[in-house]
């Protein structure tokens, strides 16, 4: 019984933390968002929010340590898909949608005033990793995006400022996964304004994705791939289905000695 509780514990957080459909291209290039597309999806049944996103691998860096995160750009929409934004311990979800600003301009006087950095969220372990609090600012590098610089080229990089943590107790999600906007985003990666990776959803019936799933694929066509958050986590739900039968079988192994005693 202890391992079909914890089973269904984990099994909760992986639904409560990722998106429940995930909506990419076939070749897992950036494409194009238009309104018509995100309308079109969110009329297929079952959908009950979208959100696009921007996502891509990187490093991240503090002032005493670094690490490899997953960066996903979101807007405001992502609030209502990803449950790892409602579970914040310290500080507040910035307004992904909101405009950056900048300082501003003081004509009368010389000191120099920094564009305000763009804000970030990220997990608990990985703010342990980095050693940084709400209000510092990390800095991310892209590996496979160059600047050219006085020294020569080097890896694309941006600093942000953090403005949240999160507390999944999933530690891949708390140590790896980092949330910033579309835009900032886009930035990092030198993508057009509406680029995108993939669309993120929720649905009304988590544990029956299987008719929005094809009423989907048949809707997009074979440009597009769509994968439930079962497919996407495979590996630990095919983990968490042994530990099942394990049980159950240790249960059955019980109830016979038992009747043997």
């Known amino acids: 019984p202890s391992f079909l509780a914890s089973s269904k514990i984990l099994k909760k957080k992986i639904i409560g933390a990722n998106a429940h459909l995930v909506i990419e291209h076939r070749e897992d290039t950036v494409f194009k968002t238009r309104s018509v597309l995100e309308e079109r999806i969110q009329a297929q049944p079952g ?34 898909v990803l449950g790892v934004l409602s579970q914040v311990v310290s500080g507040q979800v910035p307004n992904f949608s909101a405009q950056p600003q900048e300082a501003p301009v003081d004509h009368g006087s010389l000191d120099f005033k920094p564009a305000s950095l763009p804000e970030i969220v990220i997990g608990y372990e990985l703010a342990r990793t980095l ?29 942000y400022r953090v403005a949240a943590i999160f507390e999944s107790k999933m530690y891949d ?89």
């Open 47 to 80: 959908i009950a929010a979208l959100a696009p996103v921007v996502q891509g691998d990187v490093a991240v860096a503090s002032r005493s340590n670094y690490s490899g995160v997953v960066l996903f750009g979101v807007n405001h929409k992502a609030i209502d």
């Open 131 to 159: 050693n940084v609090r709400v209000g510092d600012s990390i800095r991310l590098i892209s590996p496979v995006h160059e600047v050219l610089t006085p020294l020569g080229v080097a890896p694309r990089s941006m600093g």
């Open 173 to 261: 999600f708390d140590a790896r996964y980092v949330y910033t906007s579309l835009s900032a985003a886009r930035r990092l990666f030198q993508l057009a304004a509406d680029d995108i990776s993939a669309f993120q959803l929720k649905l009304r019936e988590v544990r029956q994705p299987g008719p929005s799933v094809k009423a989907l694929e048949q809707d997009l066509g074979a440009d597009y791939r769509v994968q439930d958050w079962q497919q996407r986590n495979q590996t630990l739900y095919a983990s968490l289905k042994l530990e099942r039968v394990v049980a159950m079988v240790v249960l059955v192994f019980i109830v016979l000695v038992a009747s043997f005693a």
